[in-house]
C-alpha cells in the first residue's frame, strides 16, 4: 500500500488524472483482487523516481494521500465493488498542478468532476482581466489561454469532453470561399477587424475572446503579440519563411497578376509558363517543406496545426490550374507590423500584400 500513495501522489504531482482514475478504478492493480502488481515493469511508469521522490510538490502530495482521513476513504475505495468515489481534496491538488504543467484539458476534466470548473474558468478570466488592466499583457494572456483551456464541450461524443482548439479545420472555414478580389481576403482586412479576426481566431471561445473587444486597439494588438508568442514558440522561424515568401511572390508578380486575368496566352507566354520557376515553390516555402502531390488545403492544415496565426496572413491564389497559398498584409496596417511580418529590406512589400 505504500507503493499505491506513491503512485496516487505521482499523478496527482503529475497533473495526470489518467493514471489516477487508473489507480481508483476496478480493474487497478492496487486492489487486493487483482492479478496485476504496481512493483511489476507493466505499471513501473506509475511510480515515482528517485528525483521525483524527493521534490517538494510530491512529498506535499504524498503528505496529502497519507492524511489519515483520506488514506481511510481511499483504502474504503479500493475494496468497494462498485465505480470509485475520488477524494475531493486529492482531485483539487490534480486539477491545480496540471494548470500549472499547462495541462489545461486535464485540468478542465478533474475541475468538472467537482463541479467547479466553471467557477475556476470565471476565476482565471477575472485574473486576467486584472492583469490587462495593470497593464501586465503576459499574464493577462497566460489568464486567457488557461480559460481557454478550461472551455468544455458538452457536444462531445460519446460524453462530454475539454474543448480543443482545431485550428486546422478553422482555418479551412476561414478560408473557404474564394476571394472574389484580393480585398476580400482575411489578410487584407481593415486593421480593427483583422485583430478581432486574429483574436476570435486564436481563442476559439466567442463568449472568452468577445471580453478582449472591451480593450483599445493598442492593448489588443500588445495582447495578440503577446498570444502568438506563447501558443507558438517558432513563430521567428515562420517569420523567416514569410519574408522568403514575400520575395519570391515579388519575383512571379507580373506572371500572377496575367494568369489571374482571362485572356489569351501567346506563345512567349506558354513557354515562360512551362520553364519558367514554378510558383509553387511559394507554398512550399511558407510550411518550410513540400507535401507530395500537395493541394492548397492540405498546405492550409499543416500550416494551421505549426503556426496558427499564419493563416491569418495568407490568400489563396489561382495559377493557371493549380491553386497555391501566397503571402497577404497590409503594409500600412498594425497587425502584420506588430507580429514582425513586415520586413524593410522587400522592397515594394506593399504591392506583394495587396496586389492580385
Known amino acids: 500500500m505504500d507503493l499505491v500513495a506513491e503512485a496516487l501522489a505521482k499523478a496527482i504531482c503529475d497533473g495526470d488524472i489518467v493514471n489516477f482514475q487508473t489507480l481508483l478504478a476496478a480493474f487497478s492493480p492496487a486492489r487486493e483482487s487483482s492479478t496485476e502488481v504496481l512493483e511489476s515493469e507493466k505499471y513501473a511508469y506509475m511510480l515515482p523516481d528517485d528525483t521525483q521522490r524527493s521534490d517538494k510538490r510530491f512529498r506535499a502530495a504524498l503528505d496529502a494521500v497519507r492524511e489519515e482521513k483520506t488514506w481511510a476513504h481511499i483504502q474504503g475505495e479500493l475494496q468497494a465493488k462498485r465505480p470509485a468515489q475520488f477524494p475531493s481534496g486529492l482531485l483539487m491538488m490534480l486539477a491545480d498542478n496540471a494548470v500549472r504543467g499547462q495541462k489545461y484539458s486535464v485540468a478542465a476534466q478533474a475541475y468538472e468532476l467537482l463541479r467547479i470548473r466553471h467557477k475556476m474558468l470565471d476565476e482565471f478570466l477575472k485574473q486576467a482581466d486584472e492583469a490587462l488592466a495593470a497593464g501586465d499583457i503576459e499574464k493577462g494572456v497566460g489568464g486567457y489561454l488557461i480559460a481557454i483551456g478550461l472551455s468544455y464541450d458538452y457536444a462531445a461524443f460519446p460524453e462530454p469532453l475539454a474543448a480543443v482548439s482545431n485550428y486546422q479545420t478553422k482555418a479551412l472555414m476561414l478560408h473557404g470561399v474564394y476571394p ?90 506558354e513557354i515562360e509558363e512551362q520553364q519558367g520557376p514554378d510558383p509553387r515553390d511559394i507554398i512550399v516555402t511558407l510550411l518550410g517543406r513540400e507535401i507530395e502531390d500537395g493541394q492548397w488545403w492540405q498546405y492550409m492544415k499543416e500550416l494551421a496545426y505549426e503556426h496558427p496565426a499564419a493563416v491569418l496572413f495568407i490568400a489563396r491564389q489561382l495559377v493557371g490550374d493549380t491553386e497555391i497559398l501566397i503571402p497577404r498584409f497590409l503594409a500600412d496596417s498594425a497587425v502584420p507590423k506588430v507580429l514582425g511580418l513586415v520586413v524593410e529590406s522587400v522592397e515594394g512589400a506593399s504591392a506583394a500584400g495587396s496586389g492580385a
Open 180 to 269: 472574389a478580389r484580393p480585398e476580400d481576403c482575411v489578410a487584407l482586412q481593415e486593421e480593427e477587424t483583422h485583430v478581432n479576426t486574429a483574436l476570435e481566431f486564436l481563442l476559439p471561445d466567442e463568449e472568452i475572446s468577445s471580453r478582449l473587444r472591451q480593450y483599445p486597439l493598442n492593448v489588443r494588438l500588445e495582447f495578440l503579440k503577446e498570444l502568438v508568442t506563447q501558443l507558438d514558440p517558432d513563430w521567428e522561424a515562420f517569420r523567416t519563411r514569410y519574408a522568403e515568401a514575400c520575395r519570391l511572390l515579388q519575383s512571379f508578380g507580373e506572371r500572377l497578376r496575367r494568369v489571374a486575368q482571362p485572356h489569351t496566352e501567346t506563345l512567349e507566354e
